[in-house]
């Protein structure tokens, strides 16, 4: 009996996202924000080239300014762990509609990924979705020190 074809040996990066799943890291993390001032609950998720998922939420502090974002919360874990090439980030909030990421959390995600899809959802059942250029087009990039 002929055996099949082998599947081609994709590697992570180019295997479809499955948003679902990285919605639902997403969602997962908000679980874990520390909103006690704003009552915004923020959960990201980032997708690196090898498939892995790097979680994140917002912490909020009593000295405001110190407030760290879900996503640049992700983006800290991923690159402690080794992690520098990514693809997508799902960033999930409590409230109604969806957000974009805020100016802070586009520059720092653009550093490491300035082609990442961005998706988003609230607890409505829209999900949004853009490309981080889009998002922040004309970004500072690291060849503009030289
Ligand atoms: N926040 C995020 O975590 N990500 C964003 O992109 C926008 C804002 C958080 C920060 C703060 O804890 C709360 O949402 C309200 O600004």
Redesign the pocket.
Known sequence: MKTPPKAPNLSPSDAPLDERALLAAARAALEHAH?PY?G?R?GAALLDTAGRVHAGC?V?NASYGL?I???RNALARAVADGSAEFVAIAIATNRASC?A??GA?RQVLSEFAPNLRVLSVGTGAACESWSLTELLPMAFRPSDLH
Do not use: D, G
């Open positions: 909103s704003s915004v923020v917002n909020e407030t974002c879900a996503e957000l990421p805020c959390c």
